[in-house]
């Protein structure tokens, strides 16, 4: 079945430094723009970066240009996000997200989540 796992969430202090990493299976991982949201306690969920299926564009808000890279490993079926210069109101939970249209038909999959805590 489908499945995408995030790993790498912890707690870090402000300035610093953290990648989050997702392993997807179950679904033709190339074939999928590939994109990593936040969740905040009470906020809605927000995109922080997007990554074309063969890696050659990526496109972030301007909150997080900069400071954030998505990059991504076809023949590893994986998807990263190197963090940096984080922020205590970036506290949240990180998801990854994969998302492709085929034949009108749209085919979304999230993974659990993993919790990144910014705090001194």
């Known amino acids: 079945q489908v499945q995408l796992v995030e790993s790498g969430g912890g707690l870090v202090q402000p300035g610093g430094s953290l990648r989050l990493s997702c392993a997807a299976s179950?679904?033709?991982?190339?074939?999928?723009?590939m994109s990593w949201y936040r969740q905040a306690p009470g906020k809605e969920r927000d995109l922080v970066a997007t990554?074309?299926?063969?890696?050659?564009?990526?496109t972030y808000p301007d909150s997080v240009k900069d400071r954030f890279t998505i990059s991504r490993d076809n023949a590893k079926n994986t998807v990263n996000l190197q963090m940096s210069s984080l922020k205590p109101d970036e506290t949240a939970v990180y998801y990854c997200?994969?998302?492709?249209?085929?034949?009108?038909?749209?085919?979304?999959?999230w993974g659990q989540g993993t919790q990144v805590t910014v705090s001194s």
């Open positions: 997200n994969a998302r492709r249209t085929r034949w009108g038909i749209n085919y979304v999959y």
């Open positions: 179950g679904f033709t991982f190339s074939s999928y723009t």
């Open positions: 990554i074309t299926i063969d890696g050659s564009s990526t």
